[in-house]
């Protein structure tokens, strides 16, 4: 297991090295959007994966207007640009390249976007924390040395990237910040019940590698929205009741606390009957389902004592 999980870290890094930067075109840009990578097969493209915005990349001034782009007219004659990622000929929207070597951050908290240079003129929302921005000007804004020009993809409005202004002490250009968000980005695109393993050790390199208190608040925040909050030490209250798991054929897991990172105490089959006798006074959210959780026992010579999630159970 200790192989696997070094194994798995060196991979991680080895992705993120690549991200960094793909060798082999004619001039170093950055990404302003999250940039879509496809390869080309004759006059089509089909896409290959996504990059993170801000990755540096290698692009050339080549550009190609495909007839279908994963088998879908490219109606909109949208032009592409031939870039080099992981040593391979590829290809991205023109429109998402920063043809500048400007500053990668991140922001470190929620943080105000201005429009222009003064304070009055303020976004209606903030950009939110992890977000990765670019400065494509390091001066930053002649009038107030505070400000930082930046642009970045507004992932609610398809395709948009915007160019406001931020406040230099909001964005962190730590690499191990950037790390950090890309880590918690990964956890967060994987499936919990398959890759629930995979996803603790990202963020857990990703809390390791965090330098912001708000960088390390948002991975903190990640894992609880992908793997429900950490109750295992929440105040619990004495409950009698007796009952059956109700799991429409599945096993349920029993825990030693409460809470989906606790560790598994054993399994209880659909129909097994068991005694309450402790639930926690606060709900948990597991998936959609949001209920409390409960001590249990199991009668007879092999039984199981552990808590199991309410949504998996009924009570008689």
Same mark, same amino acid.
């Given at each position: 297991m200790k192989m696997k999980k070094i194994i798995l870290i060196s991979s991680i890094f080895a992705a993120i090295a690549s991200l960094a930067f793909a060798g082999g075109g004619e001039t170093a840009c950055m990404l302003r959007n999250p940039g879509w990578v496809y390869t080309r097969e004759g006059n089509d493209l089909k896409y290959k994966t996504t990059i993170d915005v801000g990755t540096k990349i290698d692009a050339t001034y080549s550009t190609f207007v495909p *007839?279908?782009?994963?088998?879908?007219?490219?109606?909109? &004659?949208?032009?592409?640009? =031939? %870039?080099?990622? $992981?040593?391979?000929?590829?290809?991205?929207?023109?429109s998402f390249i920063a043809y500048s070597s400007g500053t990668v951050y991140v922001v470190k908290n929620d943080a105000p976007a201005f429009t222009t240079g003064t304070i009055a003129s303020i976004e209606a929302k903030c950009v939110p924390v992890g977000t990765v921005v670019i400065s494509l000007d390091n001066d930053g804004y002649s009038t107030y040395p505070g400000l930082v020009k930046v642009i970045f993809y507004d992932a609610k409005i398809f395709g948009r990237t915007r160019s406001v202004f931020m406040l230099r002490d909001d964005l962190s250009?730590?690499?191990?910040?950037?790390?950090?968000?890309?880590?918690?980005?990964?956890?967060?695109?994987?499936?919990?019940?398959?890759?629930?393993?995979?996803?603790?050790?990202?963020?857990?390199?990703?809390?390791?590698? *965090?330098?912001?208190?708000?960088?390390?608040?948002?991975? &903190?925040?990640?894992?609880? =929205? %992908?793997?429900? $909050?950490?109750?295992?030490?929440?105040?619990?209250?004495?409950?009698?009741?007796?009952?059956?798991?109700?799991?429409?054929?599945?096993?349920?897991?029993?825990?030693?606390?409460?809470?989906?990172?606790?560790?598994i105490a054993g399994k209880l089959t659909d129909g097994a009957h068991f005694m309450a006798t402790e639930k926690t006074t606060k709900k948990d959210k597991v998936g959609k389902e949001e209920d409390y959780w409960y001590h249990i026992t199991t009668p007879g010579e092999d039984s199981i004592d552990g808590w199991i999630f309410g949504s998996s159970a009924k009570f008689e």
């Open positions: *007839a279908k782009i994963n088998n879908s007219e490219n109606k909109w &004659e949208t032009e592409y640009t =031939k %870039i080099y990622y $992981e040593g391979e000929e590829c290809y991205t929207p023109s250009e730590s690499d191990d910040d950037y790390t950090a968000v890309i880590l918690t980005n990964a956890a967060a695109q994987k499936d919990v019940k398959s890759s629930k393993e995979q996803i603790l050790l990202l963020l857990s390199e990703a809390q390791s590698v *965090a330098r912001s208190s708000g960088i390390s608040e948002f991975v &903190e925040a990640t894992k609880a =929205k %992908i793997l429900g $909050e950490d109750i295992s030490n929440s105040p619990v209250e004495s409950f009698s009741a007796s009952g059956v798991i109700s799991s429409d054929g599945s096993n349920v897991n029993v825990r030693e606390k409460p809470g989906t990172s606790s560790k």
